[in-house]
Every structure is written in C-alpha cells, then in structure tokens.
C-alpha cells in the first residue's frame, strides 16, 4: 500500500526566514497531495493541495511543488511569522483515503 | 459558514463503559469520513460514508467500533466495550466531493477520548 514519509519531524526558523519540508510517497498512482496545518487541540486544516498534472502551486506565502518523476513534494513558507508554528501533514492519496505522513513540528521564533 | 462540528470535545470514560462520538458536516457535503490519531500511528481512517452509506469500513479495528449515518447531517461513532487503547483524538471530516473523488477533505476539531 501507499506509504508516505515526511522530513523534518522537527523544524525552527527565525521569523520573516523560509521554511521547507519534504515529502516522498510511494504509490505512483496517487494524484493527490494535500497539505495540513494542525494547531494545538485543533483539527487539520487544509491549507493547499496540488493535483497530478501541476507541478506548482501558490497561495500567498506558501507554496507546494511536485516532482512525480521522483515521487516527492514540498510545502514551502514564506516569510515566516509566529502564526506559522504548528505541526504541519502532508498527504497522498489516489481515490478518497489520504495516507498521512508523521507531521513536521514547525517552530517560528520571534 | 459553519464548518464540520464535533461534540464532545472531551470525554474520560471507564474502561468497559460505551462511547457514543458525534458529528456533523459541512451543510451540502455528502461525504464524510470517521479518523483517529494516536502518537504511535498517525491519522488513520476508521470508516468513510458516501450519501450516507458506509462505503469503506476497513479501518475499524475490531467488533467494538460501530458508526452509523442516519441522515445527511450527523454521524455516530460508537464504542463498546471500551478499552485503554481507545484512547485517542477522533476526528470526523467531509468532502463536498462524492465517491471515489471524495479527496478533498475538511475536519472538525476532534473529540480527546481517555479511557482509564
């Protein structure tokens, strides 16, 4: 089945720096990858998504690149603020059951 | 708008006492989908319905878990017996997506279940 694997498990950036984390999955047939916000006692939040036939996509300052070729994608940050720490998912997914990578626990310091 | 509501946000319970989770999507969308998360394992989904049918169970992890979809507006995730390793963050989320395209998917704040 698909797996996911995501780097860092921890990441922390000075604030207005850039940060990138880093995924690899393994089924070629997923066309899909989300990427999730999780804030403490909070519920994913989807942030950005990317589909197969796109190789980049932007939403202000964050950005999430796809490499299908190689099987990996990356959610990109910034000018990074305070607001952006959290714990960040990325997803893989052909159909409906996204498979989840471990979450990035991203620090911003002020 | 509203998005998808989860009640309780808290629950301690007994070990071998019933857990009844509650959910309610997003007003129009027709999938909705039962997750847990636990350190060890990540988010996982439990079961996934499609216009109110259960289409993929194969999450549940045993016998003791039930969930149902009465209408287009709640959703029942059950516990019985429950177990110490029950304990977790149960999440439900929706997709205004249908079927096998239900990808796109939007979740509640989840539920802390502790089981002692």
């Known amino acids: 089945g698909e797996n996911v694997e995501q780097h860092p498990s921890t990441l922390s950036v000075q604030e207005g720096d850039s940060a990138v984390i880093k995924c690899t999955y393994s089924?070629?047939?997923?066309?899909?990858f989300p990427w999730y916000k999780q804030e403490l006692g909070k519920g994913p939040q989807l942030i950005i998504d990317?589909?197969?036939?796109?190789g980049e996509k932007k939403d202000q300052r964050i950005a999430v690149t796809l490499n299908k070729t190689a099987k990996h994608f990356s959610l990109h940050i910034t000018e990074t603020q305070p607001e952006d720490s959290a714990v960040y998912f990325c997803?893989?997914?052909?159909?409906?059951?996204?498979?989840f990578g471990s979450g990035t626990r991203l620090l911003v310091r002020p | 708008d509203a998005g998808v509501i989860q009640s309780p946000r808290h629950e301690v319970t007994e070990m071998g006492q019933e857990v009844t989770l509650r959910c309610k999507p997003i007003?129009?969308?027709?999938?909705l989908f039962w997750y847990r998360q636990t350190m060890m394992r990540g988010l996982e989904l439990l079961i996934y319905?499609?216009?109110?049918?259960?289409?993929?169970d194969s999450g549940m992890p045993e016998d003791r878990f039930s969930a149902k979809m009465p209408n287009a507006s709640f959703s029942t995730l059950k516990i019985q017996p429950s177990e110490p390793r029950d304990s977790a963050v149960y999440f439900c989320?929706?997709?205004?997506?249908?079927?096998?395209?239900?990808?796109?998917?939007?979740f509640g704040p989840g539920t802390r279940l502790t089981v002692l």
């Open positions: 989320a929706s997709s205004p997506d249908e079927g096998p395209k239900a990808d796109t998917q939007y």
């Open positions: 089924d070629s047939a997923s066309n899909y």
């Open positions: 990317i589909r197969s036939n796109v």
């Open positions: 997803a893989a997914s052909r159909w409906y059951k996204l498979i």
């Open positions: 007003s129009g969308h027709n999938s």
């Open positions: 319905f499609n216009n109110n049918v259960p289409i993929d």
